[in-house]
């Protein structure tokens, strides 16, 4: 009999042990009824420490929200925690119970007293506590979670008694104290976590993510971190939270661990630049470390009761600057948040649907704030991508989606996006220009662009300080469809329209620079050059250093054949931007005409060396060879001689260059397209001078290498048709222009040299229907026409107003 009644109490005291280690409160009041029944502790209060026990953790769960507040809990409104108190009270007045049993009684009556707000009677129980008896070698598992909690209580009083300290000296042993209560605590609960896990895997009964932390074992693992980053010790504060993070992941400290990792993101951010930062692995800097006026890390000089168990850093990965640690910590927290997040639109789901609609929107934030930083706007919107399954209706995430999308130049989609924010908010105008802006800028979408920005014109008044933006959209939707037309009639309507979209934009807003640019870039394109030029004086007087304003000033000046004045312009406009390829595209035109060709490729030079600067070519490609790409102009002229018969020299280096024209196209190019098609025009820019200097070899080389990036590009086809006709292949130059023309048939270029190549070669009529206005007066005057002087006199009108290049170089983008 003795040992049946041995062995049920082995297994009641065993069932206890993991209740009590899972908190399944619910559960104690069965399992002591069992035991006395069985007359198991009959002799001792050990019930009454049990349902005092469950009672508590009970009512504390319970007001969760008051606990945080710091609101203390009253008997009265309170039943339990009332019928608690006098459990603990009568066990304590007995004096019933083994010293072991009597550390428990003490440590839940020290919650009493702190829930109560009675903080020093709290750190009285506490120091009261045997914690020597907590931390025996094979103590049952619930002990570590009563150690972490007596810790805790302890620092927490201490800190609210803090705010009557006299003493300085005082107030800092304190604080100090404090401080090690928690550091000990946070390492207690995470050990207790580790053991409830192991525990966990060898019953297979209960999975310790199912278990809810309380209140103390919540403050347990977050004091430690929160009191130093509180206190104003960065440095400190980041290194715990990085402590933690390196402690073996359980299943019961997985949200905790989320917070952590989004607390370290943020300091990281927020707090520490790329100089100051230091390795995850190493300790805080003494430089931190100093004017935190700490000589150590607190956990150095704190050792730890029970040290939790931690990964090894050997073999692992560390991350090498300050961003790339954070993005690596929020990416982590974005997989556990949005894994983590209530999809469900239930009603009574409706709470915690919010609540982790909040901590994920915090951790979108945080990665927007990294990723961006980083240029990584294409990782940024896959991310945000994630979290439109959980995120119906939410605008701030969809909103950052669009921008995302915008930003990583995903046109159709940020359309899209900025199109559903718009249905959420149809009262905010930035939405529907938003939209606009991308199918101006990126997608070329116009009449969709003219549609979302008539939308906001609509709004009126209402729309605000948006309504001038408004105006300047429809404005560059009209000129942008200008362009674009064929007939002169729609050019003529298109460009009217544009105009007076313009000028009501800048009568709207005088000060804005950008649509007293655009105002200017207009007229200048309807050729009223002088009228352009009073709207451009107020956006120079605005934005003294605008690049396009600058470059539009040079085009001016040029159009108005003050070549001198609009190099000088130009320049100081480079001096400003001297890496911006447009405006070196223009000095090589304004160089030519004042200087000649050769001095311009001077100009073409140094593009090539921006260029290689710039975007880095000279790494190797995947196939383990350099990309084939000349980054130096060729020069075959004999010089002792001054002829163009090339030397064997030269003749080596254009065959080689010949030779690898589909080496690059068959390798695969990095980068995106457009730098490639920034050295394509360099090429086919210099090519264009060596032609007029005569130097055609130069120019095949040029062309070549232009030809090696994009074969089939259509102003390659249109150079080698120039080169081809120069040397006389007047058949080949034909067949070169028509392949052009098959690949962009409204090119205006294309057509003028296919028209000069039809009546050099006597087909007059064909060549007159696509001819410009002096060539068409040559054609017309080989025919004795009586029409070629007012075709020569119309040239000349249009000379007197043309710029160097024309004026819609200049980007027309809202």
């Not at 009073?534 to 539009?552: F, K, R």
């Not at 001096?575 to 090589?588: A, E, I, M, R, S």
């Not at 030519?592 to 001095?599: F, H, N, Q, R, Y």
């Not at 000349?630 to 254009?654: C, E, I």
Request: charged share 25%; net charge negative; aromatic share 6%.
């Amino acid at each position: 009999m003795a040992s049946r009644i041995s062995f049920t109490q082995a297994r009641l005291e065993a069932e206890l042990e993991r209740y009590r280690a899972e908190c399944q409160w619910d559960k104690m009041p069965a399992i002591v009824e069992q035991m006395q029944a069985a007359r198991i502790h009959e002799d001792d209060d050990y019930g009454t420490l049990l349902m005092a026990e469950a009672l508590l953790e009970e009512c504390l769960l319970e007001n969760m929200d008051l606990l945080r507040r710091s609101k203390p809990l009253v008997d009265k409104t309170q039943p339990k925690l009332c019928k608690a108190k006098g459990h603990l009270n009568t066990i304590l007045s007995r004096g019933r119970l083994t010293p072991r049993y009597l550390n428990e009684a003490l440590l839940l009556m020290a919650k009493v007293h702190y829930v109560q707000g009675r903080y020093r009677d709290a750190q009285g129980m506490c120091a009261r506590v045997g914690l020597e008896e907590l931390t025996q070698d094979d103590q049952p598992t619930y002990h570590l979670r009563l150690l972490a909690e007596a810790f805790v209580i302890k620092g927490l009083s201490l800190d609210h008694q803090t705010l009557s300290a006299v003493s300085r000296v005082r107030l800092s042993e304190k604080e100090e104290e404090s401080l090690s209560c928690y550091l000990r605590a946070c390492d207690a609960a995470l050990s207790y976590l580790q053991e409830l896990d192991k525990s966990a895997k060898t019953i297979l009964l209960h999975s310790p993510s199912d278990i809810e932390l309380g209140y103390f074992l919540q403050a347990a693992l977050q004091s430690a971190y929160l009191c130093l980053l509180h206190r104003g010790h960065l440095a400190q504060g980041a290194h715990q939270l990085r402590r933690v993070l390196r402690v073996v992941e359980s299943r019961g400290s997985q949200n905790f661990r989320k917070s952590a990792a989004r607390k370290l993101a943020e300091v990281l951010l927020s707090s520490v630049s790329e100089d100051s930062y230091w390795p995850p692995l190493g300790p805080p800097p003494s430089a931190w470390l100093h004017r935190e006026g700490a000589a150590a890390s607190k956990d150095a000089i704190y050792p730890t009761v029970k040290p939790p168990q931690r990964y090894s850093i050997e073999c692992c990965f560390c991350p090498q600057d300050v961003v790339e640690e954070a993005i690596l910590l929020l990416l982590i927290t974005e997989s556990m948040a949005s894994g983590d997040a209530v999809i469900s639109r239930l009603p009574d789901q409706a709470e915690a649907r919010q609540t982790s609609l909040q901590d994920a929107t915090s951790v979108y934030d945080l990665l927007t704030i990294g990723m961006v930083r980083r240029g990584q706007y294409a990782m940024l919107s896959e991310c945000l991508e994630r979290a439109m399954k959980f995120s119906f209706n939410e605008f701030h995430l969809w909103h950052q989606l669009g921008l995302s999308l915008m930003a990583a130049r995903k046109g159709v989609g940020a359309v899209s996006v900025f199109k559903e924010c718009a249905r959420m908010r149809p009262e905010d105008p930035s939405l529907p220009l938003l939209a606009a802006k991308v199918c101006i800028d990126q997608l070329h979408w116009i009449k969709e662009a003219e549609a979302l920005s008539q939308s906001v014109v609509s709004m009126g008044e209402e729309a605000g300080e948006f309504l001038p933006k408004a105006y300047l959209a429809l404005g560059l939707c009209c000129s942008l469809q200008a362009s674009d037309a064929s007939l002169t009639t729609d050019r003529n309507d298109f460009n009217k329209k544009a105009l007076n979209a313009l000028k009501k934009a800048h009568s709207l807003d005088p000060q804005d620079a950008q649509i007293a640019m655009y105002l200017a870039l207009q007229l200048a394109i309807v050729r009223q050059v002088s009228a352009a030029m009073e709207p451009l004086q107020a956006a120079l007087s605005l934005c003294g250093d605008d690049l396009h304003s600058l470059h539009l000033l040079t085009l001016l000046l040029s159009a108005q054949k003050h070549h001198r004045h609009a190099l000088d312009t130009l320049n100081l406009a480079l001096g400003q931007h001297p890496d911006n390829f447009n405006l070196l595209f223009t000095k090589v035109k304004l160089e030519e005409v004042l200087l000649g060709p050769a001095a311009a490729l001077h100009t073409c030079e140094e593009m090539l060396q921006h260029w290689q600067n710039r975007y880095d070519v000279s790494r190797s490609s995947p196939s383990g060879r350099k990309p084939s790409i000349h980054l130096t102009l060729p020069d075959f002229q004999d010089t002792s001689t001054g002829s163009q018969s090339p030397s064997s020299v030269a003749l080596s280096r254009l065959e080689a260059a010949l030779s690898e024209v589909s080496d690059l196209s068959s390798t695969r190019r990095h980068g995106p397209t457009y730098i490639w098609t920034i050295l394509e025009r360099i090429w086919l820019q210099a090519g264009e001078l060596f032609m007029a200097d005569s130097r055609l070899k130069e120019a095949q080389f040029c062309i070549a290498e232009a030809s090696s990036l994009f074969p089939n590009s259509h102003s390659v086809l249109l150079q080698r048709g120039r080169l081809a006709e120069l040397r006389g292949h007047l058949d080949e130059a034909k067949g070169l222009y028509d392949e052009a023309l098959a690949m962009h048939p409204t090119g205006e270029r294309i057509l003028v040299h296919t028209g000069r190549l039809l009546v050099k070669t006597g087909r007059v009529h064909l060549g007159e229907k696509v001819l410009p206005w002096s060539g068409l007066g040559e054609a017309l005057q080989s025919r004795d026409s009586n029409q070629a002087p007012d075709c020569f006199l119309t040239a000349l009108e249009l000379e007197a107003s043309s710029p160097v290049r024309p004026f819609t170089v200049i980007p027309r983008e809202l």
